[in-house]
T-cell receptor
Framework: GENVEQHPSTLSVQEGDSAVIKCTYS??????FPWYKQELGKGPQLIID???NVGEKKDQRIAVTLNKTAKHFSLHITETQPEDSAVYFC?????????WGAGTKLIIKP | NAGVTQTPKFQVLKTGQSMTLQCAQD?????MYWYRQDPGMGLRLIYY???????DKGEVPNGYNVSRLNKREFSLRLESAAPSQTSVYFC????????????FGQGTRLTVV
């Protein structure tokens, strides 16, 4: 079955710097790769997603890149702000289900 | 719009007790899901309902049962709670199964002592 690995588990960056979180997946049939943000005490919320017919997608300060050949995708956050502090999850679809990475705790240092 | 509503938000059970977690969505979504979230393990799918009238096992179904009561409501039952079921439980819904945005409830923090 699908396996999604996410790195790093914790990432600490200075406010204003960029943050990059990486995920790899194993199922070559996966076509949908969302990223979710979870704030403390809340459920995860979709921030951006990408499908396999696209290599990169941007939405203001966040971007996702996908390399289907290497089976990895990454989340990029530029000009980080305090409100970016949260846990971020990647996921990949497999047999109509989402398989989730273990999460990355992003800490923005003032 | 309330989105996905879960009740209760917190619960403490004794080993062997039973309880039902309730979930309702008001987005007219076809698919609904129950996940558990444990530290360092991401989200693991317990059961899902691709559409009204159907339910299927996910990755970790043992010790749980579900009911898709109607299109809006999807409940999760623990028949005989065990300490290993201490976790945060999330209900989610999506328009269709799998490759569309999932909307999550606020979660239920369950402790089994």
């Amino acid at each position: 079955g699908e396996n999604v690995e996410q790195h790093p588990s914790t990432l600490s960056v200075q406010e204003g710097d960029s943050a990059v979180i990486k995920c790899t997946y194993s199922d070559s049939a996966s076509n949908y790769f969302p990223w979710y943000k979870q704030e403390l005490g809340k459920g995860p919320q979709l921030i951006i997603d990408i499908r396999s017919n696209v290599g990169e997608k941007k939405d203001q300060r966040i971007a996702v890149t996908l390399n289907k050949t290497a089976k990895h995708f990454s989340l990029h956050i530029t000009e980080t702000q305090p409100e970016d502090s949260a846990v971020y999850f990647c996921a990949a679809d497999s047999n109509y289900q989402l398989i989730w990475g273990a999460g990355t705790k992003l800490i923005i240092k003032p | 719009n309330a989105g996905v509503t879960q009740t209760p938000k917190f619960q403490v059970l004794k080993t062997g007790q039973s309880m039902t977690l309730q979930c309702a969505q008001d987005m007219n979504h076809n698919s609904m899901y129950w996940y558990r979230q444990d530290p360092g393990m991401g989200l693991r799918l317990i059961y899902y309902s691709a559409s009204e009238g159907t339910t299927d096992k996910g990755e970790v179904p043992n010790g749980y049962n579900v009911s898709r009561l109607n299109k809006r409501e999807f409940s999760l039952r623990l028949e005989s709670a065990a300490p290993s079921q201490t976790s945060v439980y999330f209900c989610a819904s999506s328009e269709v199964q799998g490759n569309t945005e999932a909307f999550f409830g606020q979660g239920t923090r369950l402790t089994v002592v």
